[in-house]
């Protein structure tokens, strides 16, 4: 669930060992959206150097080694960023828990019936928002929250 963009695009189309094939930019859209429903995480490359990024991947926890192994060991906060955050609207939130299992990053919690949230573990990736049946989380830039 990976696409090439910008350069890095190019080099892979030029190379063909690896069978890459150049798709539409509405093709790209939904498999950015089919990955998102299923919810995996978009994650951008953007190497030191590089304006743009090279590689968009959608990933999951259990399979993406390097996602996977920065959830588990907790220091995901400390090597990946994100421009945005994730925050609540208590008075919308019905405690269901929907958000819970769709957070990949552990933020959101259940404690005896109630939602805990904690936005220090927060990503922004969106799951959350996404799959909130009552609109009581959204992303805002994260800058916003400084």
């Known amino acids: 669930m990976c696409l090439s963009v910008n350069k890095t695009a190019d080099e892979l189309l030029a190379d ?20 998102h429903e299923a919810g995996l995480v978009h994650m951008s490359y953007t190497m ?7 590689l968009i991947c959608s990933c999951c926890a259990c399979c993406c080694h390097t996602l996977g192994s ?8 400390q090597v990946l960023t994100s421009k945005y955050i994730a925050i609540d609207d208590s008075g919308k939130c019905t405690d269901c ?36 049946e ?12 400084a």
């Open 97 to 132: 828990g929907i958000c819970v299992d769709r957070c990949v990053f552990q933020a959101r919690n259940m404690v005896y019936g109630k939602l805990a949230y904690d936005n220090v573990l927060c990503h922004g990736c969106g799951l959350c928002v996404s799959t909130c």
């Open 16 to 35: 063909e060992k690896y069978n890459s094939k150049e798709i539409p930019v509405h093709e790209a859209m939904k498999v950015l959206k089919r990955s």
């Open 48 to 54: 030191k150097g590089d304006s743009k990024p090279g």
């Open 134 to 145: 009552t609109d009581a989380i959204f992303l805002v830039d994260r800058e916003q929250m």
């Open 70 to 77: 920065l959830v588990r060991n907790g220091i995901h906060t």
